[in-house]
Nanobody
C-alpha cells in the first residue's frame, strides 16, 4: 500500500520551532515531487511548500517564506518541513502528498490519497 505518514506536530509557543516529517511506506519517495499542505480550522486545505524530485527546486507560500524550509533525504525515504518563528496563524493540520510538479504553492496538485496529517498548534 502506497502511503505517506506525517509526524512531528505538537503544541508550541509563538516564536518556537517544529520539524515535520513525511515518511513514505510501500514505495520510494525519490521518484516524486512532494508538497506540504495545511488546513486551518474552518478553512480549505492550502499548499505551503514543495520540493522537486531531485531537491533542486523548492517553493514556499508567501506567509511562510523565510521561516519554513523544506528538504528531503531520499536515503531515509523522508521529506522534512522545518518550521521556525511559528505564529498563531500557522496552526492547523499539516499534510504531505505526492504532487505532479513543484510549482507555485497556490497551484499545487496532490496525487494519491491523503494521510492522517499531523496537528500543529501555535499558542501561548
Amino acid at each position: 500500500q502506497l502511503q505517506l505518514v506525517e509526524s512531528g506536530g505538537g503544541l508550541v509557543q509563538p516564536g518556537g520551532s517544529l520539524r515535520l516529517s513525511c515518511a513514505a511506506s510501500g514505495f520510494s519517495l525519490d521518484s516524486y515531487a512532494i508538497g506540504w499542505f495545511r488546513q486551518a480550522p474552518g478553512m480549505e486545505r492550502e499548499g505551503v511548500s514543495c520540493i522537486s524530485v531531485r531537491g533542486d527546486i523548492t517553493n514556499y507560500g508567501d506567509s511562510v517564506k523565510g521561516r519554513f524550509t523544506i528538504s528531503r533525504d531520499n536515503a531515509k525515504n523522508t521529506v522534512y518541513l522545518q518550521m521556525n518563528s511559528l505564529k498563531a496563524e500557522d496552526t492547523g493540520v499539516y499534510y504531505c502528498a505526492r504532487i505532479q510538479t513543484c510549482t507555485a504553492v497556490t497551484l499545487l496538485k496532490a496525487t494519491g490519497s491523503w494521510g492522517q496529517g499531523t496537528q500543529v498548534t501555535v499558542s501561548s
